[in-house]
């Protein structure tokens, strides 16, 4: 089945600085690749997705990029801020079923 | 308001007891999963289920029974629980635009 490793497991951040989590995949024919923000206390709420057929996307200050050909996949945030504090999961599948999640990343954006 | 119910939110369960968690959605969608959560190991498939009538294994089931009788309920069932079965488990309806999680159940097994 796939394999979703994901870097790194915390990361610590200024106000208004960049963050960047890394995600790697096993299975060549995933081609559905979503990211999860989870917050204290609550499920996983999907913040962007990227399919095969895109290299990059973006929603204001988020993007995801993706590298078919190394099978990595990763999340950026722009400018952040004290509520882009959270654990985030990148998962990966074939079309989109059964999604196969990173062990999770805890961002803390320090004011 | 459409989404996911899940209940209990939590629960204290003595090992060898039997125990369902329901999950109900009112989204009318057909794929719905359960996921367990423990740190550092992120969300795992527990069982998914592509439409009613039907059910199919993820990547840890062993210990965990599912049933689709209909397609807004997709209940969890631990036959006989134990320590390691404590954890946070997710139940997800597969939409158009993604994955809906619902709230969470945290369970512990005493």
């Known amino acids: 089945g796939e394999n979703v490793e994901q870097h790194p497991s915390t990361l610590s951040v200024q106000e208004g600085d960049s963050a960047v989590i890394k995600c790697t995949y096993s299975?060549?024919?995933?081609?559905?690749f979503p990211w999860y923000k989870q917050e204290l206390g609550k499920g996983p709420q999907l913040i962007i997705d990227?399919?095969?057929?895109?290299g990059e996307k973006k929603d204001q200050r988020i993007a995801v990029t993706l590298n078919k050909t190394a099978k990595h996949f990763s999340l950026h945030i722009t400018e952040t801020q004290p509520e882009d504090s959270a654990v985030y999961f990148c998962?990966?599948?074939?079309?989109?079923?059964?999604?196969?999640f990173g062990a999770g990343t805890t961002v803390t954006v320090r004011a | 308001i459409a989404g996911i119910t899940q209940a209990p939110t939590s629960q204290i369960l003595a090992a060898g007891r039997r125990m369902t968690l329901r999950c109900t959605q009112d989204?009318?969608?057909?794929?719905m999963y359960w996921y367990r959560q423990d740190l550092g190991l992120g969300l795992r498939l527990i069982h998914y289920?592509?439409?009613?009538?039907?059910?199919g294994k993820g990547e840890v089931p062993d210990g965990y029974s599912v049933s689709r009788a209909n397609t807004d309920d997709f209940p969890l069932t631990l036959a006989s629980a134990v320590p390691s079965q404590t954890s946070v488990y997710f139940c997800?309806?597969?939409?158009?635009?993604?994955?809906?999680f619902g709230s969470g159940t945290r369970l512990t097994v005493v």
């Open positions: 289920s592509n439409t009613a009538g039907t059910t």
């Open positions: 998962a990966a599948s074939i079309g989109d079923y059964k999604l196969s």
């Open positions: 989204m009318r969608h057909n794929a």
């Open positions: 299975d060549s024919a995933s081609n559905y």
């Open positions: 990227i399919r095969s057929n895109v």
């Open positions: 997800a309806v597969q939409g158009p635009y993604g994955y809906t």
